[in-house]
């Protein structure tokens, strides 16, 4: 190789080194501040949960400050995401300011700031995680008490479970698709609104069909249980539908032909 050459490729590597090492070192400087921001998060319920209230709120000012400066250019988190994390600090600065605090709902919302936090800083092993045998139990005593037909314990353990739903849902924003967390929101919504009991058995199966994957799997996992038609080449969907129509079609132009032939007889 020519001595032009070289140089020209030492330029090259040169301009790549200095163009992405800035690029790293930002995105490490963002997980150190993700875990920290993390680590605040959980000391805020730890002192709430020891009522020292007025330290939760100096620590809760600090993670609000910094994380109202931060630059979120580049970095894995989208609009939703930046937008869940800073409703879950709203929600602990409401609680704490109330003139009457309502402690279970105060731990509550401390609990689901140091899970959405945490998702973000962990995206391994996350916190939210842990729900999971939480949320299978509660799947486990509804389908028994919808059997049992017991309409008030149903609607009671449907709240309660909404409700642990609710704490886990800013990290699931974090972790998961919009589509994902948008669907878990409607079957939410109809178990809580419905008073129909197959519609309350059907969403109730389909969470249990989606919960597995949602806690352990890939989103192409919980794509392929709540879109199945999602992971199939479009042409593969196009000739299922089209047999179809063939076969409905056809059948109709038999009952006619049939129905013809009757007329002829008679």
């Not at 609680?95 to 401390?110: G, H, Q, T």
Request: with cysteine; hydrophobic share 45%.
């Amino acid at each position: 190789m020519s001595p032009p050459r070289i140089m020209q490729w030492l330029v090259f590597i040169g301009m790549c080194f200095f163009t992405f090492l800035p690029m790293a070192q930002a995105n490490e400087g963002f997980h150190e501040q993700s875990e920290e921001w993390s680590k605040k998060a959980l000391q805020i319920s730890k002192w709430i949960e020891q009522r020292e209230f007025r330290l939760a709120k100096e620590e809760l000012t600090q993670l609000a400050t910094q994380f109202a400066t931060a630059d979120f250019s580049n970095k894995k988190l989208n609009v939703a995401a930046i937008r869940a994390l800073s409703e879950a600090i709203l929600d602990v600065e409401h609680e704490l300011n109330r003139v009457m605090l309502n402690e279970a709902k105060l731990k509550k919302a401390a609990i689901r700031l140091s899970i959405a936090f945490d998702a973000m800083s962990h995206s391994h092993q996350p916190l939210w995680k842990q729900y999971y045998d939480s949320f299978k139990n509660q799947l486990q005593r509804l389908k028994k008490t919808l059997a049992d037909r017991n309409q008030g314990k149903i609607r009671q353990q449907i709240e309660q479970f909404a409700q642990d739903y609710d704490i886990i849902r800013p990290a699931l924003i974090i972790a998961k698709s919009e589509q994902t967390v948008q669907k878990l929101d409607s079957l939410f919504t109809a178990l809580r609104k419905t008073e129909d009991q197959e519609l309350m058995k059907a969403s109730i199966e389909e969470l249990d069909r989606i919960l597995y994957p949602l806690f352990f799997g890939t989103e192409k996992d919980v794509m392929a249980v709540i879109a199945p038609f999602g992971s199939l080449p479009f042409y593969w969907i196009l000739c299922w539908i089209s047999g179809f129509i063939i076969l409905v079609l056809s059948y109709v132009g038999w009952r006619k032909y049939q129905s013809e032939e009757v007329m002829q007889k008679a």
